[in-house]
């Protein structure tokens, strides 16, 4: 089998891999044409979870079972345990039910002592690797592959779960973890409705979202999400102290956590991203209580870490981020869309878009940069969220042509590099990731750009192809100036596995694929 070629960085690494890997039979008879496809189309199977499957689902790769065996799984007050444990009970069997233990989830979430799994309703597709539950911004880019492969019904499980979470557990979470529970991610809710709904148009159906959505936009615009002074929104975790899942599962070679890693870098190095004596106290040797709420705010962000927000991010929630409101200017500009396939009045606000033109586009510069609303100033770093205003279609042709001018700075040979910083963390430069790649190509296409868009989707879709031949899988995050998904030597903070499955770039390959023209596309297949 292939798939032992692979080089994981530790040994729980490679159990993930081999977990989450595609069955040898398929492997050996792939589809004659276009094996990657049909590994792609295959793997949403191995990736789905369901109520029929809550003893493998209710398993975290970064935790482990209670001294009994069991993984607990929480059901929020208002959903009825009762009435799920009897559902239960005629979908799982009796050796199932035995692995997990079902449990009420405490109105405060911080009284929880065992973290666990989150119930929802309606099977969903997880990630891959040591990510084994429904994610927030993943689940959008999975959707989209779910939808390019016929698996209508699954897609839209996927939109009924996260109008569930944010009935039940009061916005879309980071995952359906306890420890989640205080955070959400970038809000695609409006693209994954109004993606369901061209597919399979249900009026009613969509009707019935639009509370969900109005109480979910309320989550992002309004405090503490809501910075007053500039109209604009941030990221902004609402528990405190060292997040569970860092503590449990982010661990060098040498089982230092990553927050142990950040003290010594703290220690032996000059910081002039921000005053660090707000995030660490040298005379005690410990990090401080707004570190963390930084750090927990970065992982809200989905980008944890980089240095886009400052040294390992934790400066994150004094920005409003171009990325995340580029993206509740679409959720405003979509529940206006709904509204009016409802026959409901609706105007969609220009105020979101014009502010984002205002402070975060820099004119010497010819990009989109974060805004730092403490000191009113932009911070000057290349990233690839300057494509998100294209993408969102808020930029004048003017300012994407700067923005594509400035191409050399991210273009490499394995196509576009997260940042123009080598940080050692896994969302800076050389890396390449798969939805940023989708959504920098679809905003180039957006305007006009079709020669640049189809260069940059050969060079990373031929990296991952060439990736994928060598190993037998698709990952999660490739090198784009080596052509590598060997990437773990590289990258010294956070999590520096490289997960199997993976969904966000399996979807992102056939969505970019299929934007190709076609002889361009059956060039790259041939290669």
């Known amino acids: 089998m292939r798939l032992r070629r692979f080089r994981g960085p530790s040994g729980i690494a490679v159990l993930c891999l081999v977990a989450f890997a595609i069955p040898a039979h398929l492997q050996q008879t792939p589809e004659p ?97 040591r990510f084994n539950e429904m994610y927030g911004w993943d689940s959008y880019f999975i959707q989209l592959g779910l939808l390019h492969d016929g698996e209508f019904d699954l897609a839209r499980d996927m939109a009924d779960n996260f109008l569930y979470e944010i009935r039940e557990y009061g916005k879309i979470l980071n995952a359906n973890r306890t420890y989640y529970l205080t955070r959400s991610q970038p809000p695609f809710v409006t693209e994954m409705l109004l993606g369901v709904y061209r597919h399979t148009p249900d009026r009613n159906w969509l009707e019935s979202s639009v509370p969900a959505i109005e109480k979910y936009y309320r989550y992002w615009t309004t405090e503490p999400h809501l910075t007053p002074a500039t109209g604009l929104s941030r990221y902004y975790d609402l528990g405190e102290g060292p997040a569970p899942e860092v503590l449990s599962a982010e661990k060098d070679a040498q089982g230092r956590t990553h927050y142990e890693l950040i003290k010594e870098y703290y220690r032996t190095h000059k910081v002039t991203d921000y005053d660090v004596g707000e995030y660490f106290d040298p005379k005690r040797d410990i990090l401080t209580e707004l570190f963390y709420k930084g750090d927990r705010s970065m992982r809200e962000s989905g980008f944890d870490p980089s240095n886009r927000f400052g040294q390992f991010n934790v400066d994150v929630i004094h920005f409003d981020p171009v990325c995340l409101n580029s993206l509740v200017y679409l959720m405003e500009s979509q529940t206006a869309e709904i509204l009016r396939i409802l026959d409901r009045p609706s105007d969609a606000a220009r105020e979101r878009a014009d502010r984002i033109n205002r402070l975060m586009w820099d004119e010497q510069a010819g990009l989109y940069f974060d805004y730092e609303f403490v000191h009113g100033r932009r911070r000057i770093y290349p990233f690839l969220t300057t494509f998100y205003p294209l993408w969102a279609g808020i930029a004048s042709k003017e300012q994407a042509a700067a923005v594509v001018r400035n191409l050399p700075m991210f273009e490499r040979p394995g196509g576009l590099q997260t940042s123009t910083n080598v940080s050692g963390n896994q969302w800076d430069a050389p890396f390449a990731w798969a939805p940023l790649e989708m959504i920098a190509v679809q905003g180039l296409r957006r305007y006009g750009y079709r020669t640049e868009a189809d260069r940059i989707t050969r060079e990373f879709l031929s990296l991952v192809l060439d990736q994928y031949r060598e190993s037998g899988i698709i990952v999660e995050k490739y090198d784009a100036v080596r052509r590598t998904s060997r990437v773990s030597g590289n990258i010294h903070f956070g999590y520096s596995s490289n997960e199997a499955g993976f969904g966000w770039t399996n979807a992102a390959f056939t969505a970019l694929l299929d934007e190709l023209p076609p002889e361009q596309r059956k060039e790259l297949l041939a290669k």
């Open 33 to 129: 044409r276009e094996p990657i496809v049909a590994y792609i189309k295959h793997t949403w199977t191995v990736l789905t979870r369901s109520n029929r499957m809550l003893a493998s689902a209710a398993v975290d790769p970064k935790f482990h079972a209670e001294p009994d065996g069991r993984w607990p799984v929480y059901v929020s007050a208002s959903a009825g345990l009762a009435s799920i444990q009897r559902q239960l009970r005629q979908e799982l069997s009796p050796s199932d039910l035995e692995k997990i233990e079902l449990r009420p989830l405490p109105p405060d979430s911080a009284a929880l002592r065992e973290p666990g799994l989150l119930y929802l309703p309606r099977p969903y597709v997880v990630p891959g690797g």
